[in-house]
């Protein structure tokens, strides 16, 4: 699936000088332009629980921001920054053995380029030197095409398949590319009580970085989403979510309809002023037996039960963003910050609520080889906020804190929610092995280990028995291996443990995650 943006580098004054292919491909290392942007691939998350695991796809627009800047290349010229939208496939519920289904998702990647003013594909090159193919410079003008296969499915949502691609345009001064276009298209379809389509999930997205001569950016999209497990398992940090025989006790089927744009103006150096605007139609479907049924029997006027009837949405954003990071992809040094405010209001049950947050993330390199990375979160809303937006935090980007590989690793999607959300994310990353080529390609393995750790609150209060009576952080620790493709795209695999887990995965509480980029 599709999913989260990705920024620029600071590009600095021109100079005419020689320039290796590693300064050509990481401008902040060089000073010299951006780094090239990525396209991310096709998200999967699976869990493991001694058996088999299903799959659901999801593209999640609510993506990591991320951004940067450089200096003026000519006189007069702007500031110019990327965004990639994040695709992910999520998957949610185990089932027994005795179903014994094998679910799969093959995520395969074609590229090509070319120079001039058609598109023009390039076979793969010969299997050639490392030392030689890996330091190749990168033409400036050129397009470049990608796209990956979806294939799953389960005995939930049937068969699954499906395509993303992205279509960039690259030229000289438009940092980081001309233009990019997006496209996903996944639905999965099952022969139960006839031929029906189960689950889909499709995005359009146009991002145009080069506005107002670089001075400002445009990130407008349309996506369409059904998702038939989403995960509520009620309000607070003490919410127990014991296992049960119902398979749809954690579960609701949600369907949204959504148009975003998003906006950026450079005001100087490493400082961004943002802004957006979000139209969403939400669907959303209480199973029977259900948690969120319950809770919408028991107190129906409480915010557990907000949002559950159809309705439309509607949401501005706004703030600022600093930027000193060295490179948008495997970042060494630097800072990212994110600090906004915004407002949503809905034609249902009077949803009105306000949000604020901060997302400050930190890079520091331990030797050549080793970077430590950090990120804290701290997500506020009040008002009348709809259940499932009690999940998320971040203003410009929402994201699903408490659980999934967004968050908290391990803990599954969903399973905290509340009006406060605070997340800390501790990485060591690491890049021991050299660059090396394979049919012409550039790629680069590495590795990440990881502790990350949060709670929520339901409510403005220290102690409420749906929060509990300690600190209770929720957490999972583990690690994975990356593989940097070229040098936008980049592909991890993690594995997480944390008790939490044991709502979905009694047996063996872990989760695995298949995903594109690093977390932040």
């Given at each position: ?10 590009r600095g ?26 396209f ?17 796809p ?16 000519h ?34 990647a ?54 993303a ?120 479907q ?24 159809n ?20 970042t ?33 390199p ?30 410009f ?62 409510r ?43 709502s ?6 872990v989760g695995?995650?298949?995903?594109d980029?690093?977390?932040?």
């Amino acid at each position: 699936m599709l999913r989260t943006p990705k920024q620029n580098n600071e590009r600095g004054p021109t100079v005419k000088s020689p320039r290796t292919s590693d300064q050509r491909l990481n401008p902040k290392a060089s000073g010299h332009g951006r780094a090239l942007p990525t396209f991310e691939a096709a998200k999967v998350r699976v869990r493991l629980a001694g058996c088999a695991s299903s799959y659901a796809p999801f593209f999640s627009d609510r993506c990591h921001v991320r951004s940067a800047r450089r200096g003026d290349h000519h006189a007069g010229a702007g500031k110019k920054e990327a965004h990639v939208a994040k695709r992910s496939i999520r998957s949610r519920r185990p089932f027994g053995p005795a179903w014994a289904v094998l679910s799969s998702v093959l995520v395969l990647a074609t590229s090509a380029a070319a120079q001039g003013p058609a598109p023009v594909a390039i076979a793969p090159a010969p299997l050639s030197k490392p030392d030689a193919s890996a330091n190749a410079p990168l033409n400036p003008e050129r397009y470049e095409l990608a796209g990956f296969p979806i294939v799953g499915g389960n005995t939930d949502i049937g068969v699954q398949f499906g395509a993303a691609a992205t279509f960039t345009r690259f030229h000289d001064d438009a940092f980081p590319y001309d233009w990019n276009i997006d496209l996903l298209l996944s639905a999965s379809v099952k022969d139960d009580a006839g031929l029906r389509l189960v689950q889909q999930s499709h995005v359009l997205r146009l991002d145009a970085p080069d506005v107002w001569s670089g001075r400002a950016r445009l990130d407008t999209r349309a996506s369409y989403q059904r998702t038939i497990d989403a995960g509520y398992y009620g309000i607070g940090n003490a919410i127990p979510a014991p296992v049960s025989s119902n398979t749809r006790r954690y579960q609701y089927l949600q369907e949204e309809a959504r148009v975003r744009n998003f906006s950026r103006l450079h005001l100087q150096h490493g400082l961004d002023l943002a802004a957006g605007v979000d139209l969403r139609y939400e669907v959303p479907q209480v199973y029977a037996g259900s948690k969120l049924a319950d809770d919408r029997m028991a107190a129906p006027r409480q915010m557990s039960a907000l949002g559950v009837d159809n309705g439309l949405l509607a949401g501005v954003a706004g703030g600022i963003m600093i930027d000193t990071r060295d490179s948008e992809f495997v970042t060494r040094r630097g800072i990212f910050y994110q600090i906004g405010v915004g407002a949503t209001v809905g034609s249902m049950d009077r949803v009105a609520y306000g949000n604020a947050s901060c997302v400050l993330s930190h890079y520091a390199p331990l030797g050549p080889d080793l970077v430590f990375a950090s990120r804290f979160v701290a997500a506020f809303q009040f008002g009348r906020v709809p259940f499932y937006d009690l999940a998320q935090g971040g203003t410009f980007e929402a994201q699903y804190l408490l659980g999934g590989e967004s968050g908290i690793r391990g803990v599954p999607q969903g399973r905290y929610a509340g009006l406060v959300k605070t997340v800390a994310n501790l990485e060591i990353r690491g890049t021991p092995f050299p660059r090396f080529t394979i049919l012409g390609q550039r790629l680069r393995v590495g590795t990440t280990t990881f502790l990350d750790a949060g709670r929520v609150w339901a409510r403005y209060s220290v102690i409420s028995s749906a929060d509990g009576t300690s600190l209770n952080l929720k957490y999972g620790i583990g690690g994975g291996v990356f593989l940097q493709w070229g040098e936008a795209a980049i592909f991890r695999i993690e594995a997480a443990y944390s008790p939490d887990a044991v709502s979905e995965n009694p047996q063996l509480p872990v989760g695995i995650y298949v995903s594109d980029g690093l977390m932040f």
